[in-house]
């Protein structure tokens, strides 16, 4: 439990935390602080937004290349 991943690879998840926050976190975006603290569950989801466009815009830019 807690692993994730394919070929042979296995990636750890974060036991203590919902998806939604540790990929905010470790994304950078926000602090854990800061999302109980200031954020709402819509900038959450908001930022979550920011962070998969992102990701797919990066994706796009290599094939590109």
Do not use: C, W
């Amino acid at each position: 439990m807690g692993d994730a991943g394919g070929g042979g690879r296995r990636f750890k998840n974060y036991p203590n935390l919902p998806r939604t926050i540790a990929v905010i976190v470790s994304s950078g975006r926000a602090t854990l602080h800061e999302l109980q603290t200031v954020y709402g569950i819509k900038d959450a989801f908001d930022l979550l937004e920011v962070i998969q466009i992102d990701a797919h815009n990066e994706r796009a830019a290599q094939k590109e290349q």
